[in-house]
DNA sequence: GTGAAAGCGCTAACAC
DNA sequence: GTGTTAGCGCTTTCAC
């Protein structure tokens, strides 16, 4: 097996105790010690056993985070921001995609639970009372939704759409329909809430780029100048419908996502949407974890959204 | 804190060895203790505590995987076939982004180790020799990357390629260029090695959509008929560039990719691209590890590639 | 087939 | 400031 405290303790000429305050506690060691013990620690290459340390203080130094949807890439940019945060304070991340449902979101998080200090839930699409619930299994912090009780961070999506119905509005648009996504998804009644009552609904379709296809197919229909999606997949579904039966984007139609994934530039025309502080959201939350771990309060956090006026929008037909 | 065994050994009324035996070695108990005890577990919903049973065992029931680059499509769906396959095993998944940086790698492989059974590597960047020496670390698993000695799943980029070249000389090309990736990507090499000399060579452009709008700059120059990219990512790159100076594709020229991430359909004019089986590379990989850590030896397998032709190739003009 | 007991490597009282 | 010691919850010899 590999070098152990003990072995350490040894060269060093000092108590097993001693290493692991050294370690552990620096400011209960005479510093001459440390720095003996610190020369011992790097000499021989030693790396506390995690199990041993987990089976004493119920740590785990681990963190798990819960994603609807991996291949959509606002997700990885989340993740991103979680690594990046948790990697500064050695911890290592677990993931788990569930797939759109909730039921396996529930599980994945009973799953994770005794092996991490806290879950991250990413748009969740459970219930209030599931989560809450959740909430006592395990520290939790929620993003893109808000549970009382339960800490969170959220993007602002509301003033975000806020600002497309504005900027549609400065571009001389009357006549607006919003692609919806599923009606059971919190962020979609959010998002609904910020048009206040200015769009025509369509709804509630799915949120990814078939979905996007077949609420454009529809939303033709309603001699709207400007389609508003739920987010950026489906508005490039729209795109992508609207080429296919020859409807000109920004011409005859305007249109505009949201979230602002990578994409969202990539694509002819490049799409005007909004864009989230995702890596933010995603360190904000290991945050807002770390304080309920130091046995702070549920803590709430609002980022905000931006506009990104791209090719897709343009002055009503 | 929690029940532990001798909670469930009480109430079993047997010993706390005969529960653990009940729970991980079922053949060395009598069938009537063993339903006995099982269903005290069930009752006071008794989980084994992971870190107590690491201390002993030495295994973690912990998988790593790295990748370069979350972002790209491409390993998402990697992930989710890992995640899938090591789901089922009752095994969780530490994932890492090492932002296509080597060094990196190596030290998220190394901090990893400790807390894992083995580790997954994707697409590495990392030399030969840093991977053999990581091998003996951790049990060690590539994907898309061969190194003698360590196990590997391959997806046949080169046949893949070889497909793309045929496909387009049926439609009459004659002169292609390549549009290469990094030129220290062992993917990159192999796909050359795919095209036998048979198109001119343009590179290293960095494998995203920012270098594919490089590379279809150059490439226009060339005066070639068909644009073959190192990924989707830069193929979507081309496309946009080439929209963006009025070149029109496939009329004038043919664009293809490789991956077939999502986008790649979704795109106008869709791409040809090489479809990867990204999600069956990722379950592989986990049965590899897994031979590997009952003692296996090292083992190389091999997965097909197929074209996919879509709207972006078409005849030579 | 089952039980008793010895630790796995570490931290946290508790003494000094 | 530092050392001694008692476990954390579990698996695994070794007896019986």
Not at 64 to 69: E, F, K, L, T
Not at 240 to 259: I, R, Y
Request: charged share 15%; glycine share 10%.
């Amino acid at each position: 097996m590999a070098v152990t405290i003990r072995d350490v303790a040894r060269q060093a000429q000092v108590s097993v105790s001693t290493v692991s305050r050294a370690l552990s506690a620096p400011g209960l060691v005479k510093e001459a010690t440390r720095r003996r013990v610190l020369d011992v620690v790097q000499g021989l290459g030693y790396q506390p056993n995690r199990a041993a340390r987990s089976l004493i203080t119920g740590r785990t130094g681990n963190l798990g985070i819960v994603v609807p949807d991996l291949e959509n890439p606002f997700f990885p940019a989340v993740l991103r921001g979680v690594q990046t945060r948790a990697g500064e304070a050695g911890t290592s991340v677990f993931f788990c995609d569930s797939r759109e449902d909730p039921l396996t979101e529930a599980e994945l998080v009973r799953t994770m639970a005794p092996q991490v200090d806290g879950v991250v839930l990413c748009a969740s699409l459970m219930s209030d009372e599931q989560i809450a619930e959740l909430a006592g299994v395990t520290p939790l912090v929620l993003i893109n939704r808000i549970v009382p009780g339960v800490s969170s961070v959220l993007m602002d999506s509301a003033s975000g759409m806020d600002q497309v119905v504005t900027h549609l509005e400065s571009l001389g648009h009357q006549h607006y329909v919003y692609l919806g996504g599923p009606a059971a998804v919190w962020s979609n009644n959010r998002r609904t809430q910020g048009l206040a009552g200015r769009a025509q609904l369509l709804g509630s379709f799915e949120p990814n780029f078939a979905g996007g296809v077949t609420a454009a197919e529809q939303a033709l229909r309603t001699g709207a100048t400007a389609f508003i999606a739920y987010n950026d997949l489906m508005a490039l579904g729209a795109l992508s419908h609207l080429a296919a039966v020859g409807v000109g984007v920004p011409q005859q139609v305007s249109v505009t996502g949201f979230d602002d994934i990578l994409y969202a530039a990539m694509c002819s025309p490049a799409l005007t949407t909004v864009t989230m502080p995702t890596e933010e959201g995603g360190k904000v939350a290991v945050d807002l974890l770390a304080a309920l771990l130091d046995g702070g309060p549920a803590e709430h956090r609002e980022l905000p959204t931006t506009l990104v006026a791209r090719a897709s929008t343009g002055e009503a037909g």
